[in-house]
């Protein structure tokens, strides 16, 4: 198992430009999330999604765009970048069975808009 | 609203010596409590969780949380500090609610040899 995978690992974009982060996982995990990580903050959720086809909001989310077509992929949207978006973005998946269940996190992408 | 609360940004000891790092939640609902450890440069790692059943919970690498519902306390313990402890530890509370996390701001803890 590869558990969660995040693609790029890295990125710099400029001002304005887009581009879209890949979160992938092969555990069968109905939950998936996307945080951003910066200095002093902790972890804030940006958006996440419940299952195929459905995504929600979290406490971050302007600026951003997700897309859950398929189970086992979530997607992260950047349409017009800006400086407040440099962060490390961790992609994260649970399972949804009856209980509450730790998140499994990927490696992170470090991404910087200059 | 839930939400945790991590004191101190910064924690060192010695290697050998006694960790502590605090943890205090918010909860209008009895929480489910984690802790997660990060290396440089890589993802989180779950540590432990509290889950309501015991109050005194065991991890990996030594490490061990005591659940205090009269403190809204779950501090995480480790009696021996190793070199290779050193990493950042966020604490994490969540409830019922499609499995979201609130997480603390983070501790950094450095072992000195």
């Known amino acids: 198992n590869a558990g969660v995978t995040q693609t790029p690992k890295f990125r710099v974009l400029k001002t304005g430009q887009s581009m879209t982060l890949l979160c992938a996982q092969d555990?069968?995990?109905?939950?998936m999330y996307w945080y951003r990580q910066d200095p002093g903050m902790g972890l804030r959720l940006i958006h996440y999604?419940?299952?195929?086809?459905?995504?929600a909001k979290g406490e971050v989310p302007d600026g951003y765009n997700v897309s859950r077509l398929k189970k086992q992929n979530f997607l992260l949207g950047l349409e017009s970048a800006a400086p407040s978006q440099t962060s490390v973005y961790f992609c994260?998946?649970?399972?949804?069975?009856?209980?509450?269940?730790?998140?499994?996190f990927g490696p992170g992408t470090r991404l910087t808009v200059t | 609203a839930q939400s945790v609360t991590q004191l101190g940004s910064h924690v060192s000891v010695s290697e050998g010596a006694l960790v502590l790092l605090r943890c205090n939640y918010s909860?209008?609902?009895?929480?489910?409590l984690f802790w997660y450890v990060q290396y440089p440069n890589q993802g989180l790692q779950l540590l432990l969780k509290?889950?309501?059943?015991?109050?005194l919970v065991k991890g990996i690498n030594g490490f061990e949380a005591e659940f205090k519902k009269s403190e809204t306390s779950f501090h995480l313990t480790k009696p021996s500090a190793h070199m290779s402890d050193a990493a950042e530890y966020f604490c994490?509370?969540?409830?019922?609610?499609?499995?979201?996390?609130?997480f603390g701001s983070g501790t950094k803890l450095n072992v000195k040899p």
């Open positions: 994260a998946s649970s399972y949804s069975g009856e209980g509450i269940y730790e998140q499994y």
């Open positions: 555990m069968n995990h109905e939950y």
């Open positions: 999604s419940v299952g195929e086809g459905t995504t």
């Open positions: 909860s209008s609902v009895p929480p489910y």
């Open positions: 509290y889950t309501s059943a015991a109050t």
């Open positions: 994490a509370v969540s409830g019922y609610n499609f499995n979201k996390f609130y």
